[in-house]
Protein backbone atom coordinates (compact mmCIF):
# COMPACT_ATOMS: atom_id res chain seq x y z
CA UNK A 1 0.00 0.00 0.00
CA UNK A 2 1.57 3.50 -0.89
CA UNK A 3 0.94 6.22 1.46
CA UNK A 4 2.74 8.88 0.39
CA UNK A 5 4.55 9.84 -2.56
CA UNK A 6 8.13 9.28 -3.55
CA UNK A 7 10.27 11.55 -5.98
CA UNK A 8 13.16 11.30 -7.58
CA UNK A 9 16.24 12.49 -5.98
CA UNK A 10 14.45 10.67 -2.28
CA UNK A 11 16.59 7.86 -0.43
CA UNK A 12 13.91 5.02 0.11
CA UNK A 13 14.79 3.12 3.29
CA UNK A 14 13.51 -0.80 2.47
CA UNK A 15 12.71 -3.18 5.99
CA UNK A 16 11.70 -6.37 5.40
CA UNK A 17 11.22 -9.13 7.76
CA UNK A 18 10.62 -12.69 6.63
CA UNK A 19 6.76 -13.65 8.73
CA UNK A 20 7.30 -17.86 8.38
CA UNK A 21 8.12 -20.30 5.64
CA UNK A 22 6.71 -23.32 4.38
CA UNK A 23 8.66 -25.41 2.40
CA UNK A 24 9.28 -23.73 -0.72
CA UNK A 25 6.86 -20.82 0.05
CA UNK A 26 8.12 -17.41 1.85
CA UNK A 27 5.31 -14.50 2.80
CA UNK A 28 7.60 -11.27 4.34
CA UNK A 29 6.50 -7.70 5.39
CA UNK A 30 8.25 -4.92 4.15
CA UNK A 31 8.08 -1.06 4.82
CA UNK A 32 9.29 2.01 2.57
CA UNK A 33 10.53 5.16 4.55
CA UNK A 34 11.66 8.69 3.32
CA UNK A 35 13.62 10.33 5.84
CA UNK A 36 11.59 8.45 8.81
CA UNK A 37 8.41 8.79 6.95
CA UNK A 38 6.76 5.57 6.28
CA UNK A 39 5.42 6.00 2.48
CA UNK A 40 4.91 2.46 1.59
CA UNK A 41 3.78 -1.32 3.61
CA UNK A 42 2.69 -4.41 2.43
CA UNK A 43 2.90 -8.45 3.23
CA UNK A 44 4.82 -10.46 -0.78
CA UNK A 45 4.31 -14.42 -0.63
CA UNK A 46 7.02 -15.28 -2.67
CA UNK A 47 8.14 -19.28 -4.09
CA UNK A 48 12.17 -19.94 -3.62
CA UNK A 49 13.40 -22.28 -6.30
CA UNK A 50 14.39 -21.92 -9.86
CA UNK A 51 12.22 -20.98 -13.01
CA UNK A 52 11.79 -23.03 -16.12
CA UNK A 53 11.93 -21.63 -19.71
CA UNK A 54 12.30 -23.09 -23.12
CA UNK A 55 16.20 -22.51 -23.06
CA UNK A 56 15.77 -23.91 -19.99
CA UNK A 57 16.38 -22.35 -16.47
CA UNK A 58 16.12 -18.41 -16.20
CA UNK A 59 16.76 -17.76 -12.86
CA UNK A 60 17.06 -18.47 -8.95
CA UNK A 61 15.86 -16.51 -5.73
CA UNK A 62 16.68 -17.10 -2.50
CA UNK A 63 15.18 -16.39 0.94
CA UNK A 64 17.03 -16.15 4.14
Not at 17 to 25: A, K, M, P, S
Not at 39 to 56: H, I, M, N, S
Request: charged share 30%.
Amino acid sequence: RFLRRVVPGDTMRIQVEVLRTLGELVRIEGEVSVEERLVAQGKLDLFRGTTQTRGGVSGESRVG
